[in-house]
């Protein structure tokens, strides 16, 4: 599996509220993934408390709760470009967020052209999924939670193909359901897996609708230049940071 490197965290926090004193989304498990299975979806394993990808995974997790300050966020993580590895990334880091019982985390995919988390994750998408979900004023999300294996993480996989004619991200039902998801679970934190910035402006909408973005790199691929340009295309005061994904 690939190795993260968090770089450069910084972001301004806003007033502290005591986790704690908020409520658990309520998850209820049915199955659990072994060892084995989580190396065949490429997620790291709690138990494995000296791998150095558990050790990046947690501090990338520690920086991202210290920029949040006690509240839930919903973190873009995007590509530089196609192959930089931010499906691992986001799988993981969602993982990591619930490897702590005060936490749930929903990942949701986002890349609408290449979805690629319900494979990876070895789910069968028959209930439908975002597009499903936004295509269909009748339809109810929670229907579209996936298990994954992990306790108290969810997926919302793409689902149907999307239209080419429409712009998803930029819908009022887009903005209506980020902000439910965020609002209903105080404890539940929001992953959206993203296209690559280069090529087209989906990430950049989806960084209009979260808090936080997370840049992924490809160590030894995306020169510093495409990075930089890469960063400009996002709020200064929503960058949370550069991860180095190495082994793409």
Known sequence: MNR????????????????????????????SLTPAQRQDRSIICRTASFHPQVDAFRDLRTRLLAIAAGHNITTVVAPVSRGSGAS???RNLAATFA???????LLIDCDLQRPSQHTTMRIDPQRGGLIDYLDDPSADIEEMFYETGIARLRL??????????FEYFTSFRMRLLIDSLRNRYPDRYLFLDSPPVRGAPDARLLADLADMVVLVAAYGHDTPQAIAQ????FDPEKFA????????
């Open 88 to 90: 691992f990334v986001a």
């Open 4 to 31: 993260p490197d968090m770089v450069s965290l910084d972001r301004g926090g806003r007033d502290k509220q005591a986790v704690a004193d908020r409520p658990m989304a309520r998850v209820v498990e049915t199955t």
């Open 241 to 248: 940071g550069v991860v180095f994904n190495e082994g793409v």
């Open 230 to 233: 890469a960063a400009a295309n």
């Open 156 to 165: 919302i996989p793409v689902g149907a193909t999307p239209s080419v004619d």
């Open 99 to 105: 490897f702590d019982e005060a936490h749930s985390a």
